[in-house]
């Protein structure tokens, strides 16, 4: 079992910028690895970026790129999400995923969730 927690959520103005932050306990993710999703009422969850735990390889979606990027501390078993230049279409729960098997991960198939962290951007 791996226990996911994140943290850093909040409410924030237009333009600003905020680091998620998610702390895996329990199994180590190994050669797995981890992502952020998210989700905003009324619609669906959101692929928003991953991160290969092996090498450390990430993928961001498209329309974040340039914007959002991920990064890990492998000694504290968590993984970041460095938000910048923040919308009100940002706004939305901030869920991070992980899976402890390659295979899995090349098909975006998790399976850990986090609660999930709120992050509000107010225009």
């Known amino acids: 079992q791996v226990h996911l927690a994140e943290s850093g959520g909040g409410l924030v103005q237009a333009g600003d910028s905020l680091r998620l932050s998610c702390t895996a306990s329990?199994?180590?993710?190994?050669?797995?690895?981890m992502a952020w999703y998210r989700q905003a009422p009324g619609k669906e969850r959101e692929f928003v970026g991953r991160l290969d735990w092996g090498v450390g390889a990430t993928r961001m979606a498209d329309h974040l790129k340039g914007r959002f990027s991920i990064s890990r501390d492998k000694s504290l078993k968590t993984l970041y999400l460095q938000m910048n230049t923040l919308k009100p279409e940002d706004t939305a729960v901030y869920l991070c995923a992980a899976v402890l098997n390659r295979v899995s991960y090349s098909r975006n198939e998790y399976h850990y969730w986090g609660q999930g962290t709120q992050v509000t951007v107010s225009s």
């Open positions: 329990g199994r180590d993710v190994g050669s797995g690895g």
